[in-house]
């Protein structure tokens, strides 16, 4: 018998009521269902996230954001999320509230699309030690505590250096978060089925700095050097972790994927030209 697990956000308007009604359609079809409330940013019962070990197959009730929590914790198990949209982009949540039952039912008759996305690990080094280790499936950002300020950094990839960067902050993103943080700070978009790492710099000093695209078997390196502010990591916008003088950030593709049920290119384009406004010529 199927287990799943639906995530219900619950700064989402109706997250709940339709927590209820699919648990209901669940239990009809022999399939047992476990509810956990995401407030958006933190978890609820002491901020502890949920086990996802055991479960088929996971619902998410909310926006990208809760998307991007829920694959944190089940890409590694190979645990395949399906994504209805409560918030505003859909992206990753591509399945719109009138399609759910739609959608899901085709997810149990085993006709459904299973998208496969690339994810980031980041690592942090302290004295060669191991000090935070995490993965993300849209970015990992490291910037200054104070937005305004520049920072010093290092980069390097596959030990070759691509020399010190005098910056606001760094952005390495996944393809599926290339339409994110990244865009926003002039990253290429790139198709979210491929294989590879985007280098984006916030607010470079020099104007030579470009978004660097990078393969799927390579590895960045990040050294914090000296700067007159702290510095900060953060991992799809939800962890964050202090930075000190001399720590190095190692960044690669995981060798597990996410697994996002129904979200086809076809949604993807769709969201891309709907939500950003993206046209190849001058619209009518």
């Not at 520049?150 to 902050?169: D, M, Q, R, S, W």
Request: proline share 3%; glycine share 12%.
């Amino acid at each position: 018998m199927k287990k799943c697990l639906v995530i219900e956000n619950s700064f989402k308007e109706g997250s709940v009521a339709l927590g209820s009604e699919i648990e209901a359609f669940l239990s009809a079809r022999g399939v047992e269902c476990d509810v956990f409330e995401y407030d958006g940013s933190t978890m609820r019962n002491k901020n502890l996230s949920p086990s996802f070990d055991g479960y088929s197959f996971v619902i998410t009730l909310g926006g990208d954001g809760t998307v991007l929590f829920a694959c944190r914790g089940c890409a590694p198990l190979g645990i395949p999320v399906l994504a209805v949209n409560l918030g505003e982009f859909g992206f990753l949540a591509s399945i719109q509230v009138s399609k759910w039952k739609e959608e899901l039912t085709g997810y149990l008759e085993g006709s459904a699309y299973v998208s496969e996305r690339s994810l980031v690990e980041a690592e942090v080094l302290r004295g060669g030690k191991t000090v935070f280790k995490t993965n993300c499936m849209n970015d990992i950002v490291i910037a200054g505590k104070s937005n305004s300020s520049l920072i010093n950094l290092e980069v390097a990839y596959n030990h070759a250096l691509l020399g010190p960067f005098k910056v606001t902050g760094v952005i390495v993103s996944t393809p599926t978060g290339s339409t994110g943080y990244n865009a926003g700070a002039g990253g290429p978009i790139v198709d979210s089925t491929m294989e590879a790492m985007l280098l984006t710099t916030i607010s470079s000093f020099s104007l030579s700095a470009r978004p660097l695209v990078f393969g799927a078997d390579g590895e960045i390196a990040i050294t914090v050097l000296p700067s007159r502010i702290g510095v900060e990591l953060t991992a799809d916008g939800q962890l964050s972790f202090g930075l000190e003088e001399g720590d190095v950030i190692i960044l690669g593709l995981t060798d597990y994927k996410a697994r996002l049920l129904c979200s086809t290119q076809e949604k993807f384009y769709a969201a891309l030209q709907s939500k950003l406004n993206w046209a190849g010529g001058p619209r009518a």
